[in-house]
């Protein structure tokens, strides 16, 4: 063993060789990065060998120490120079799907948040004055047209607006939530976790299945500052329901005119998925004329644009959020607002434009389109000769993101087999395969859901199945 130790080569070793200076150039590294990683592997190697656990027999015959070392080197330094964040061909027909980013971004909106990036921009300056101005202002006047509010502003995501708005405009008073509207979503957001961090006092009404107006009117006292509607957006109860629509809850104002009706929409469409035969998920404008004070919603779930929490309503109250230093500790970025900037343009324009927005086109997507896709593909493939099974058979997609948790979307799927390898050990490959092709397993088939997957992927997915 103390042969082994005595033969480590010492760092300079390394630093003096071709092979470094090689790896430098070709990485264009840092050269003390990869001393560090060499620091590192030889230290580890040493302690490997003194424990006893690495057995030198393990170095392949004709591999010096060096060679070992350099190896583990050569491996870190790639990696170093490697994106972690990186594209992905979403091909399980989840159109919102939280762990691959949720909306991807129309044309438009990436092109705006380019040339933002690229240059200098009004962010914060009124050019016409020349004076500072306020970021809050770039795009209010958009989310008040798209929603007819009176005002209107953006922070993080729809977490944070929900907490500023606690925090501002219900500290230290009491907020009446229905017992059915007290969700977690996504794991990680509580309705009443949120409600204490805020310090706002949380009283609930009603029962899991049915809260009535009379409820909500029982429960106001001189301390009640909100009452809050949240949007039950990743599960449907059934059965023996009942919820308070937003417009009777606006009667309550009546008998009590500073209480606040804030709606914590989640999803927040823009967009009349309901006309369209998706679902009944209700349109920011229609709770705004229905005399809702507050609604907030994210950007990046229905919506279709960058991860985003938008508050819309009442001049007044808006006033007070945005002066709250939460504001500040919230603010978004300059690409968020061109992203999201674009995006609601769309909404503003014909229904062909408002199309071009992913998030709407792909929900939006025939069954007849989705075969046609499908079809391709497969014709695409049985020209190759490869050993795979391919039936095409009828499915459905979901919305996802927490979104429209009940509303199925009829599909196509490709269900493939292979001849010997299993259907996990495919999907394995084709998450492996650059880039990674993110499938759905069911009965050892992987199902391929062109819902998600657009003309210019469907090459990259048929080559990369042609690698298998
Ligand atoms: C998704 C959701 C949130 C959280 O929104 P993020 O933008 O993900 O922070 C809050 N409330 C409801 C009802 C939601 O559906």
Not at 143 to 156: D, F, K, Q, R
Not at 360 to 384: A, C, G, M, P, Y
């Amino acid at each position: 063993m103390n042969q082994w130790l005595r033969q480590l080569p010492p760092v300079h070793e390394f630093q003096k060789s071709e092979q470094f200076k090689r790896l430098v150039k070709n990485f264009q590294i840092d050269p003390s990065q990869v001393t560090k990683q060499i620091q590192q592997e030889i230290a580890q190697l040493r302690s490997m060998l003194l424990k006893g656990c690495y057995s030198p027999k393990e170095l392949s015959k004709n591999e010096s120490l060096f060679d070992y070392i350099w190896t583990q080197v050569e491996q870190k330094v790639t990696a170093i120079k490697q994106d972690h964040l990186i594209p992905v061909i979403n091909a399980t027909g989840t159109v919102l799907h939280t762990n691959l980013g949720r909306a991807r971004l129309s044309e438009d909106a990436i092109q705006h948040m380019v040339e933002v990036a690229r240059n200098y921009s009004n962010l914060e300056y009124k050019i016409s004055q020349g004076e500072r101005g306020s970021r809050h202002e770039v795009i209010e006047q958009q989310l008040i047209n798209v929603t007819g509010a009176e005002a209107a502003m953006v922070v993080n995501n729809n977490a944070a607006a929900v907490f500023l708005t606690l925090r501002a405009l219900a500290k230290h008073k009491q907020v009446i939530v229905s017992r059915g509207q007290l969700v977690e979503i996504g794991g990680s957001f509580r309705i009443s976790s949120i409600m204490e961090e805020s310090d706002a006092e949380l009283v609930e009404v009603g029962t899991t299945n049915k809260t009535h107006l009379y409820d909500y009117q029982q429960a106001i006292t001189d301390d009640t500052s909100m009452i809050l509607k949240v949007h039950t957006s990743n599960f449907k109860t059934i059965g023996f329901t009942e919820t308070v629509a937003s417009e009777e809850l606006v009667t309550l104002k009546q008998d009590k005119e500073q209480l606040i009706v804030y709606e914590d929409l989640g999803s927040g469409s823009l967009y009349d998925f309901h006309q369209q035969g998706v679902g009944d998920e209700p349109v920011v404008r229609d709770l705004i004329a229905a005399g809702v004070d507050l609604v907030s919603f994210s950007g990046d779930k229905l919506l279709g644009g960058p991860q985003a929490g938008i508050i819309v309503g009442k001049k007044k109250y808006i006033d007070q959020l945005k002066k709250h230093q939460l504001a500040r500790v919230l603010r978004v970025d300059k690409l968020t607002l061109a992203g999201l900037e674009k995006t609601l343009q769309a909404y503003l324009s014909n229904q062909e434009t408002i199309k071009q927005i992913p998030t709407v086109r792909d929900i939006l997507k025939t069954k007849q389109e989705i075969l046609q896709q499908v079809n391709s593909f497969v014709n695409s493939f049985e020209r190759s000769t490869v050993p795979f099974q391919l039936e095409v058979i009828e499915q459905q997609s979901q919305i996802g993101g927490g979104t429209m948790p009940a509303v199925e979307l009829p599909t196509y799927v490709v269900a493939l087999s292979h001849h010997y390898d299993s259907a996990e050990i495919v999907a394995t490959k084709l998450r492996t395969n650059q880039p990674a092709v993110i499938s759905r397993v069911k009965d050892n088939r992987v199902l391929l859901d062109f819902r998600t997957i657009d003309q210019q992927e469907m090459k990259e997915v048929a080559e990369a199945f042609k690698r298998i």
